[in-house]
Nanobody, 120 residues
Framework: QVRLVESGGESVQAGGPLRLSCAAS????????TRWYRQAPGKQREWVAG???????NYADCVQGRFTISRNNAKNTVYLQMNSLEPEDTAVYYC??????????????WGQGTQVTVSS
């Protein structure tokens, strides 16, 4: 089983940077792809960025060029570096991962979320 814990969310001024972390524990060797999602008040949860176990990355159009997803395998942690933040980036940010368990079943897991608030 895999557990994800996000951290790093806080209130920042527009234009500033912020880095979120997603720390995995448990059967981390089975993790395939890790993604960041976000959910703003009154809106549906939306995908933000993803990174595979091989390091390939992709981004939603609205964050392309501003956000960078990366991973530190030694720390079992995935990061989301957010630059040039805008008030529209205000949301609860969630980490999600796909992993194979000992029975080779592909499962998904979510973290509890971390709040990011960007003020103008």
């Amino acid at each position: 089983q895999v557990r994800l814990v996000e951290s790093g969310g806080e209130s920042v001024q527009a234009g500033g940077p912020l880095r979120l972390s997603c720390a995995a524990s448990g059967s981390t060797f089975g993790i395939k792809t890790t993604r960041w999602y976000r959910q703003a008040p009154g809106k549906q949860r939306e995908w933000v960025a993803g990174i595979t176990c091989g390091g390939s990355t992709n981004y939603a159009d609205c964050v392309q060029g501003r956000f960078t997803i990366s991973r530190n395998n030694a720390k079992n942690t995935v990061y989301l570096q957010m630059n040039s933040l805008e008030p529209e980036d205000t949301a609860v940010y969630y980490c999600n991962a796909d992993y194979r368990n000992q029975d080779l079943l592909l499962l998904g897991v979510w973290g509890q979320g971390t709040q990011v608030t960007v003020s103008s």
